[in-house]
């Protein structure tokens, strides 16, 4: 199996502290085996020792701390995983996979390069933070520029509704024509012609030849 089919991890576990030294070198010497059984091959190893834990895991509060670096093929960590989780003497574990050209560093180294760096941030606070010695400068990682959150202002369109005229009729106004009250006219009754008959025409006429003296017969 060519270099190409195996993937570099690193491995961190914590063993039930109460266990003891030889009983968690034994069970750590148990999965080497089981990691070479699988086809991988151990690289490094480290016994960090007995150590407080952050927080309570299964009811301790100490865990004894183990870091193995190996190579395995990746179809196979599946399998590996699986079985640490069913191990009643493993705590909890945690697998990374490393990048090509990883640099392995013991527990002592760590701890050096901590309190070297602890050493130049007093220094720092002291000077104001504006100089730092050459001889102690530690490599930091670079700072990554959060990215800029750039608003876009959103053009609403706002649609101005057009208002349609509504022509609303107006009721005719029927002027109602109060009609006035006739007058009644009263005829004046209309009084009677004495209708002079005939004869008292002729009566008339006599009377009058009779009473004028002048007039001869």
Same mark, same amino acid.
């Given at each position: 199996?060519?270099?190409?089919?195996?993937?570099?991890?690193?491995?961190?576990?914590?063993?039930?502290?109460?266990? =003891?030294?030889?009983?968690?070198?034994?069970?750590?010497?148990?999965?080497?085996? $089981?990691? $070479?059984?699988? =086809?991988?091959?151990?690289?490094?190893?480290?016994?960090?020792?007995?150590?407080?834990?952050?927080?309570?895991?299964?009811?301790?509060?100490?865990?004894?701390?183990?870091?193995?670096?190996?190579?395995?093929?990746?179809?196979?960590?599946?399998?590996?995983?699986?079985?640490?989780?069913?191990?009643?003497?493993?705590?909890?574990f945690?697998?990374?996979?490393?990048p090509?050209n990883?640099?392995?560093?013991?527990?002592?180294?760590?701890?050096?390069?901590?309190?070297?760096?602890?050493?130049?941030?007093?220094?720092?606070?002291k000077?104001? =933070?504006?100089?730092?010695?050459?001889?102690d400068?530690?490599?930091?990682?670079?700072?990554?520029?959060?990215?800029?959150?750039?608003?876009?202002? /959103?053009?609403? *369109?706002v649609?101005? *509704?057009?208002? /349609?005229?509504?022509k609303?009729?107006?009721?005719?106004?029927?002027?109602?024509?109060?009609?006035?009250?006739?007058?009644?006219?009263?005829?004046?009754?209309?009084?009677?012609?004495?209708?002079?008959?005939?004869?008292?025409?002729?009566?008339?006429?006599?009377?009058?030849?009779?009473?004028?003296?002048?007039?001869?017969?």
């Open positions: 199996m060519t270099d190409e089919n195996f993937t570099s991890y690193e491995m961190m576990l914590i063993v039930d502290p109460t266990l =003891g030294d030889d009983r968690t070198r034994e069970v750590i010497e148990e999965l080497k085996t $089981q990691i $070479q059984s699988l =086809g991988g091959a151990m690289t490094f190893e480290d016994f960090w020792g007995s150590r407080y834990l952050s927080y309570k895991i299964k009811k301790y509060d100490k865990g004894f701390y183990v870091v193995l670096n190996f190579n395995l093929p990746p179809t196979k960590l599946l399998e590996l995983s699986n079985d640490l989780r069913l191990n009643q003497s493993i705590v909890r945690i697998t990374l996979k490393t090509k990883y640099e392995i560093l013991t527990l002592e180294a760590l701890e050096k390069d901590a309190e070297k760096y602890k050493r130049v941030r007093k220094e720092d606070a000077e104001g =933070g504006k100089e730092e010695r050459k001889e400068k530690v490599e930091r990682a670079p700072r990554i520029a959060k990215p800029k959150i750039i608003e876009v202002e /959103k053009k609403v *369109e649609k101005e *509704e057009v208002k /349609k005229e509504v609303v009729e107006k009721p005719e106004v029927v002027e109602e024509v109060k009609e006035e009250p006739k007058e009644e006219i009263k005829e004046e009754p209309k009084k009677k012609e004495s209708k002079i008959t005939d004869l008292d025409d002729v009566d008339a006429k006599l009377k009058s030849i009779m009473d004028d003296p002048d007039i001869s017969l």
